[in-house]
C-alpha cells in the first residue's frame, strides 16, 4: 500500500502544475501566496486532551488545561523542528473557559508531540489583573536579529480584550512585557491580534525594521497599524484628525463584510509586504456564497516603503470552511489562520477550525 504522506504531497504537486493552477497565477493575483491545499488526510492535526492535568497557580487545583478546545496557533521553526503555539481552553473560567499556551513539536511538518503542561499562562503576577481569568489567547510568534523570540498575544479579563507582549530564549521559559501600548493609550481600550512585518531568512520569520522601525499591523475589526524601536513599546499610526490610521476595513458584499483581522505575521515580498489576514461575513450584506459568520481568510499587499499604504487585495477568500471539522464546532464556519512557517521547502499554515480543533494546509510556491 502507498503511504499516504506520499499520495498527499504528490497530490500538492499536481495542482501546482496543472495548466489551470497556472494560468490563475499569472493574473492579477501573482502577488498572492497561492497553492495551499488542505491535508485533510491528517486534519484536525491536534484535538482537545481531557488526559494532561495542570496545577493552576491560581486556582490551586489541577485543571484539564486543554480539554474542551484547541485552536489558533502560530509556528515557528526551531531545532530543526516546526513548533506550534497553541491556544487550549479548559471546562472551568467564567467566560466559556480559561485559555493557556501549549507547544507542540514534529520533525514532519504533520505529526505533532505536545507538551503536557502550558509553557505560558495567567498567574500571581504584576499582570494577572488583565489576564484572569478569561486567560491568554492566540499568540503569534516572531525572532529577532539576535536570536529572541517575540510574541503578541491577547490578554482577556472577562470585560477587554488587551495586546500584550513577551519574549523567550528557548519557546518554554517567557518574560512578560505587559501592554504594547502602555504609554500609548487608555489602559482599557480594546485592543488585540499583533502581527509583526517579517523578512523570511533561511527557515526564520526575523522581524525586519522598515524606515528604522518595526512595524505591526493589528486590529479585530479594522486593521490599524503601529511602530516600535525595540519590539516592546509601540506607538500607534494616527490620521490626520489624530484618530487611529485605518489600513485595512472591512468591505460590503465580500467575505470581509464584518471584519478583518490580522493572520500570521506580516512579510516581506519582492512585491511588497503580503499579509494573510482573517475575514468575517456579515449576516446579511456580505458574500452571498457563504453564510452569515463565516470566517475564511484572505491576503493583502501594503507598499513597502509606506506600510500604511494598501496596493491590493484579494477579492476572495483563499480558505474558507467546508469540510465537518471547520463547520460545526465551539463556533461553527471557521477558518481562522495565524500560523505560518516555511519547512522542508513547502509553506504549512495552520488554522484554528470552529474554534475546537487546529488544523493545516500546505503550498510548495515561491514567495512572490
Known sequence: ????????????????????????????????????????????????????????????????????????????????????????????GKYNGTSRIGLARSSDGIHFIREDQPVFYPQEDALKSVEWEGGVEDPRIVIDDLGVYWMTYTAYDGQVARLLMASSQDLFHWRKHGSVFENEIDAN??????????????????????????????????????????????????????DWKKVLSPRPGRFDSRLVEPGPQAMITQKGILLLYNGMNLDEGGAADLPGGTYSAGQALFDLEDPSQLIKRSQTPFLKPS??????????????????????????????????????????????
Open 1 to 92: 500500500m502507498l503511504n499516504p504522506y506520499f499520495l498527499f504531497f504528490a497530490l500538492i504537486f499536481l495542482l501546482n502544475c496543472h495548466p489551470t493552477k497556472k494560468k490563475a497565477s499569472l493574473t492579477d493575483e501573482s502577488w498572492m501566496l497561492d497553492g495551499f491545499v488542505k491535508m485533510n488526510a491528517f486534519n484536525p492535526i491536534l484535538e482537545a486532551d481531557t488526559s494532561t492535568f495542570f496545577l493552576d497557580p491560581i486556582r490551586q487545583k489541577n485543571v484539564q488545561w486543554q480539554g474542551k478546545d484547541v485552536f489558533n496557533p502560530s509556528s515557528i521553526v526551531f531545532n530543526d523542528q516546526l513548533i506550534l503555539l497553541y491556544r487550549g481552553e479548559d471546562f472551568i
Open 189 to 242: 481600550k480594546w485592543t488585540k491580534s499583533g502581527s509583526i512585518v517579517c523578512s523570511l531568512k533561511g527557515n526564520s520569520m526575523v522581524a525586519t525594521q522598515i524606515n528604522g522601525s518595526y512595524v505591526m499591523y493589528f486590529g479585530d475589526t479594522d486593521l490599524f497599524m503601529a511602530t516600535s524601536q525595540n519590539l516592546i513599546s509601540w506607538t500607534i499610526l494616527k490620521d490626520q484628525n489624530g
Open 323 to 368: 469540510e465537518p471539522y471547520e463547520l460545526e464546532g465551539q463556533v461553527n464556519q471557521v477558518c481562522f489562520i495565524e500560523g505560518l512557517s516555511y519547512f522542508q521547502k513547502r509553506w504549512y499554515l495552520f488554522y484554528g477550525t470552529a474554534d475546537s480543533k487546529i488544523a493545516m494546509a500546505v503550498s510548495e510556491s515561491n514567495l512572490p
